[in-house]
């Protein structure tokens, strides 16, 4: 049987394609190596304990955004907390609390860092949020040269709109409006900055930096159960999923690509990879295939994500999200920041009553951790690891007897689970803007892409936003 649509890779990206071409009534396999759908955004076990493998936050979810969109779309609603603060910052001895509401917020930052110019600034960055967000109508190809061209052009009602801030980079804007600001303030804003455009003020255009400060003025959810439930409730109406199924190698012959499995052997007309572009030609037989992929291994940053894994027991009511800020960057990692999410108290899906999962992740380079000696690599890693413990528990007011467990996870360790080591995708900045990065489609015909190393880059907006341009390369609609 040769199957109209196979899809490789159930992360966000994976999930997503293979939910709305179910949805359309195509025939689509989606197959996945691990146990679980989710990728980075997936939840696993460890010592009968559920934990979030990296993405803890829904963004998007909110009336008319591009999540709720696809999962409405689809036919499915996955079980969702809406959580307002977004994030609870720390740095220094001093909080600052990323309430929703502009006004809140406004009244908060001028009491943590005192500047006549906060409302003026935060009503921009709220501005450009709201007024991105109901643009429509653009998409990205990368089929020939004349659909990227054309496809470009549906950017420009997007460039008319916020070209005063597209060009130079955000660092200087910031310090231009403010007049003066100090380090410690460029700090908590790159911190920010970071957690979204997986690049600082110095890396990206004010108008990505705005879209990354005013995230958190839009609903956020917690996901009940983990964020593997997210995406199980999201594929829940795909009648063929095979996971712990690896692709081992894909040939392409007269139109038709074979999947070698470790399930037997998949055929299919179509074929849409939901895995890193950085690792995907290593199943190519195709040397045209291998070559596109490998094309864009020029563009990888090496940047990744160290994470530390924990189980607490304590009756303190905690927030879902905290971001610690220091003044140094840590070592074997390029950020001063930890971002650390606890689960609800009322999910006991995840933890029982009494008890929290903590997920906390901090971005690091892939070339701290891979090719390096092993007695240096689990020297390096216990090292980290017990500086962030010792961190979250001195600004979270945890003492080290209610520790249950705590284990990390290194760009090593997902290179081992999901076949990828660089994580975040490929960020938006001045380098490596949009025509240079790959979109949905391909130019080998019945090749497609999804996932946050394509259009539109990362976390679930970005990737979904990326799978309704795939719908819209396939069918011309979306
Ligand atoms: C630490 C961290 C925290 C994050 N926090 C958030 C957050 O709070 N909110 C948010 O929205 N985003 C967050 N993100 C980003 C978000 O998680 C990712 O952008 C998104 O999950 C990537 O989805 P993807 O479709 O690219 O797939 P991936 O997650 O890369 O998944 C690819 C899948 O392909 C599978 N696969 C690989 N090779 C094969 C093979 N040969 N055969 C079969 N299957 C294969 C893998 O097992 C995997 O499941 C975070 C990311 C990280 C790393």
Request: glycine share 8%; proline share 4%; charged share 15%.
């Amino acid at each position: 049987m040769i199957r109209e649509y196979a899809i490789v890779g159930g992360g966000i990206g994976g999930c997503s394609i293979a939910a709305l071409l179910n949805a359309q009534g195509h025939d689509v396999i989606l197959i996945e190596k691990e146990p679980s759908l989710g990728g980075c955004a997936s939840t696993f076990t460890h010592n009968t304990r559920r934990y979030n493998t990296g993405a803890t936050t829904i963004s998007g979810y909110h009336e008319g955004g591009i999540v709720r969109r696809v999962f409405d779309t689809v036919g499915t609603a996955p079980q969702l907390i809406s959580t307002d603060p977004a994030i609870t910052i720390i740095q220094g001895d001093k909080t600052c609390i990323r309430y929703r509401e502009l006004e809140h917020f406004i009244t908060e930052i001028e009491a943590f860092y005192p500047h006549s110019k906060h409302r003026e600034f935060w009503t921009l960055v709220h501005s450009i949020g709201v007024a991105f967000y109901y643009m429509e109508g653009h998409y990205y190809s990368n089929a020939s040269t004349l659909s990227k061209i054309r496809s470009l052009t549906s950017l420009f009602p997007m460039i008319r709109k916020f070209w005063r801030y597209l060009f130079g980079n955000a660092h200087d804007f910031i310090a231009r409006f403010y007049g003066t600001v100090t380090p410690q303030y460029l700090d908590f804003l790159d911190a920010q900055i970071m957690i979204v455009a997986q690049a600082t003020s110095k890396d990206v255009n004010f108008f990505t930096a705005a879209l990354s400060l005013g995230y958190t003025f839009n609903e956020t959810h917690y996901p009940v159960g983990g964020m593997g439930a997210a995406c199980v409730s999201l594929t829940s109406k795909i009648p063929d999923i095979r996971t712990r199924c690896t692709v081992i190698s894909i040939s392409n012959e007269m139109g038709i690509y074979t999947l070698l499995t470790s399930q037997g052997t998949i055929k299919c007309k179509n074929l849409i990879m939901g895995t890193s572009h950085y690792e995907s030609s290593q199943w190519f037989s195709d040397s045209a295939i291998k070559k596109y992929y490998q094309k864009y291994e020029k563009i990888n940053n090496h940047q990744s994500a160290f994470i530390l894994y924990m189980t607490i027991k304590s009756d303190t009511l905690y927030s879902h999200h905290y971001q610690l800020i220091a003044e140094q960057i840590l070592p074997y990692t390029i950020s001063k920041s930890v971002f650390v999410s606890f689960s609800d108290p009322a999910d006991t899906l995840i933890a029982p009553a009494g008890e929290y999962r903590i997920t906390a992740s901090i971005h690091t380079d892939t070339r701290y951790w891979i090719g390096v000696e092993p007695i240096l690599y689990k020297h390096h890693k216990t090292q980290l690891q017990n500086l962030l413990q010792q961190w979250i528990c001195d600004k979270l007011t945890l003492s080290d007897d209610q520790i249950v467990e705590s284990f990390a996870a290194t760009p090593k360790t997902f290179g081992h689970y999901i076949n990828r080591t660089q994580l975040g995708g490929n960020a938006l900045t001045l380098s490596n803007f949009l025509p240079r990065l790959p979109a949905n489609d391909t130019p080998i015909k019945g090749l497609y892409q999804v996932g946050d190393t394509s259009y539109a880059a990362q976390g679930w907006p970005g990737v979904m936003m990326g799978a309704l341009n795939c719908m819209r390369m396939i069918h011309g609609k979306y």
